[in-house]
């Protein structure tokens, strides 16, 4: 863990001495490297002068638009206002632009936008959201300060604008053939009128979206050169500690401030107060100090006392027991009935049950939680890894009685997010530190910290009844479950829960003319958070998995079968975003492609098996094939073959990266992953009780295959994951015969 300068090797001169060598919408451009050629030739092949008016601001470079910079050496600055986790989103937001402005990509490079809603927009990051949600307002404003540029160019030239063509960062005229950088003509479009509107190119068009790009940040990443939230140093600045409440609500009697001043290097010890349901700070103690290692040293002595909690006798086994009395009675119903499904089961003469349980997970991101804050009179900077800014940045407003216009944002790299860091209690945290003491602080948490800490894709558990018709197809349906809200950690007085829970089983599209989908809502003061895929990691868990077991029962092949029930959704709510309507064609031809490329059907020797699973996850349509084998009986996953529909793909580099990742960290949720609750504690503290999947536990082989498509992007970051586990699981009962309904899939199969 970094300290205070002086304290040994860095992260980066760690990296120098293993010789190692080499989200919000806005973009702007800065110099990446100078040619040795002058840029704004003529067409004699002459320099052009530089305007004699030019500024020191010129020199810098002129800001044509929100989005883009132009410097004078005919480079660009691109300013992106989503958060970097490592999905590379700065580098497919850039191209947007770029590609609209016809910009020499070699020439650009992306900077991260501050926290300016007025101009960026939304700057949150999360709900595979980020190119979905640009892919209008970021060609427009590549193609508005094209318009801008060409306008200059044409009062420049004295030729009509509708004439001019644009091509790595010059206009051209066709018929004189002489060419103007943008540099030369970013001076002039402050004499121009901003268009209201501009029209993008044909995606047929495109000479950079749709093309093999690396991620703009790799190289800094390699040489240890990028800036992450732990990276972030100011004069003055003190490191912070804090001791929280280890059970939900509990806080603080008393605490032995003198014992931990007594420490080398402490300069001060602080409570923090315990902050609402909005935010959820919990009550605790920070120490502060010179370096995180003294804090966390004076942290130790603090030997705090706890009042007591109303949580304090919650568990995982007796909230498991409330799931399951949920779940044997009939619940909020969270789409229109179809048909009769209680009377057709009532009568049936054989019905099939299954009963399928995930425990909590934690995300737990590589880069453990920290934020650094300075306050200053009436205002507060803000600088670290967030994926929500605007949240963060109105919390603290509200948590120091600040006008939220006094608060200031800079994002730095996240070292993983996957939901976590959209909650900005971390950032509060750091805030009301700050605010005691008259220099930055940072706060930085330990593993532990975070594995207690967290806020947990919840448990769930649902119990799913059918009953089959003459040709072994589900007549009748109903679909029971039963979670901790996530929203019901913000709101703890909301009523109506289940329609995001159900996301995945009320949302699926197989054919059933009898059909119920039930939710019941089951409490606990642990918090809850999205993690990669929210919901859909286990209701599609439960769905895939319980069509495996019917198809046996039908004594048919999992893939045909699902194929042949995939059909249109038949239910009223909750009804998909109005600009990508559901499409069982979509899913059918994953699911196609995904048993095409893994050559289903094909005969494998003993102990080897395939499973088979697919799923809409934010608008997305994913299929995937799972292969193990079980020598020696030691599971090894030896194939995945990812199939997705996410629209048009912009960047396949970056996309398979995403699918990839989501792959990997499913699976590693699949076999491993578990938290536990105890007297209201969570029972895990680092990487030795909570193990995560290992580089020679992932599979062997990973395809990705995207489905041709000409549709309007959608989600990439979440899909590959809910399809995992299911097929994991049928996988390894077509190998075994052994069925795994409980999640992780190393605890005894059923």
């Not at 910009?103 to 949150?124: C, H, I, M, N, S």
């Not at 009377?343 to 299954?354: I, M, N, P, Q, Y």
């Not at 499973?611 to 995945?640: F, K, M, N, P, W």
Request: net charge positive; aromatic share 6%.
């Amino acid at each position: 863990m970094s300290g205070g300068a002086g304290e040994g090797l860095g992260r980066r001169a760690l990296l120098r001495a293993g010789a190692l060598a080499g989200g919000g919408l806005f973009l702007a451009l800065a110099s990446c490297k100078r040619e040795a050629k002058p840029e704004g030739a003529g067409a004699e092949g002459a320099a052009a002068p530089a305007p004699a008016a030019a500024t020191e601001a010129a020199r810098e470079g002129v800001e044509v638009n929100a989005f883009v910079v132009v410097h004078p050496d005919n480079s660009a600055t691109i300013r992106v206002a989503k958060s970097e986790m490592g999905q590379a989103v700065r580098t497919t937001l850039a191209l947007m632009v770029a590609e609209e402005l016809d910009l020499d990509w070699g020439r650009a490079r992306v900077e991260q936008a501050p926290l300016d809603a007025k101009r960026f927009g939304d700057q949150g990051t999360g709900g595979s959201a980020s190119v979905r949600g640009a892919w209008t307002t970021l060609r427009e404003a590549g193609a508005k300060a094209r318009a801008l540029l060409v306008a200059a160019a044409a009062e420049k030239l004295g030729a009509p604008a509708e004439g001019l063509k644009t091509e790595a960062s010059h206009v051209v005229d066709p018929a004189s053939g002489r060419r103007v950088p943008y540099a030369e003509l970013a001076l002039l479009v402050g004499k121009q009128k901003a268009p209201a509107s501009a029209p993008v190119k044909d995606p047929n068009d495109f000479k950079l979206l749709g093309r093999e790009h690396a991620n703009v940040d790799a190289p800094a990443i390699a040489r240890g050169a990028a800036r992450y939230g732990l990276d972030v140093r100011k004069p003055r600045m003190l490191f912070a500690s804090i001791e929280r409440a280890p059970v939900p609500g509990a806080k603080v009697a008393s605490f032995r401030a003198d014992a931990a001043l007594a420490v080398r290097g402490v300069k001060k010890v602080v409570e923090v107060p315990a902050q609402g349901p909005d935010v959820n700070v919990p009550s605790g103690v920070a120490v502060v100090a010179d370096s995180t290692w003294a804090a966390m040293q004076g942290r130790k002595k603090l030997a705090i006392e706890w009042a007591a909690s109303p949580h304090a006798s919650e568990a995982s086994a007796p909230h498991l027991a409330e799931m399951e009395r949920a779940t044997s009675a009939a619940g909020r119903e969270l789409v229109n009935r179809l048909g009769d499904p209680d009377g057709e089961l009532a009568k049936a003469r054989a019905v099939v049950r299954a009963r399928y349980e995930v425990p909590f997970i934690a995300h737990a991101t590589m880069e453990p939680m920290n934020f650094t804050a300075e306050v200053r009179g009436d205002k507060c900077l803000l600088t670290g890894p967030t994926q929500n800014p605007e949240w963060a940045a109105k919390s603290v407003a509200k948590a120091l009685g600040l006008a939220p216009e006094n608060v200031s944002v800079e994002v730095t790299l996240l070292g993983g997010g996957f939901g976590r860091r959209l909650n900005p209690d971390y950032v509060v945290e750091a805030a009301l530190v700050a605010k005691q003491l008259d220099a930055p602080v940072q706060v930085v948490w330990t593993r532990e910290d975070d594995l207690r800490h967290d806020f947990y894709r919840p448990p769930a558990l649902h119990v799913i009844e059918a009953s089959l018709d003459a040709k072994g197809y589900p007549h009748a349906w109903r679909h029971r479950l039963s979670t901790a809200a996530i929203s019901a950690t913000i709101d703890p007085e909301a009523k109506e829960f289940g329609l995001q829970e159900s996301t995945g089983a009320s949302t699926m599209l197989y054919r059933v003319p009898h059909r119920s989908c039930e939710y019941t809502h089951a409490p606990i003061g642990t918090k809850r958070g999205w993690w990669r895929g929210v919901h859909t990691t286990h209701t599609v868990f439960a769905v895939e998995s319980f069509l495996d077991e019917l198809a046996e029962k039908a004594g048919k092949d999992p893939y045909e079968y699902r194929l042949a029930l995939i059909d249109e959704l038949k239910v009223d709510r909750p009804k998909p975003n109005k600009d990508f309507p559901w499409s069982p064609d979509r899913l059918k031809a994953v699911l196609k492609t995904a048993a095409e490329k893994a050559g289903w059907g094909k005969a494998l020797p003993p102990g080897r098996g395939a499973g088979i699973a697919c799923g809409i996850d934010h608008l997305s349509y994913a299929a995937q094939v799972v292969e193990v084998s079980t020598a020696g009986g030691a599971l090894r996953v030896d194939r995945v073959v990812c199939a997705v529909d996410c629209g048009r793909v912009l960047n396949p580099n970056g996309a398979r990266a995403q699918i990839e990742g989501g792959i990997v960290q499913a699976l590693s949720a699949a076999l491993k992953e578990k938290i536990s609750v105890n007297g209201g504690r969570v029972e895990q503290s680092n990487f030795d009780d909570y193990p995560v999947a290992r580089i020679n536990e992932a599979p062997a082989v990973i395809e990705v295959h995207f489905v041709n498509t000409d549709l309007r992007p959608s989600g990439l970051g979440e899909p590959s994951v809910p399809p995992l586990a299911p097929a994991l699981a049928n996988a390894i009962y077509r190998a075994t015969g052994k069925r795994h309904r409980s999640l992780p899939i190393a605890a005894r199969p059923a």
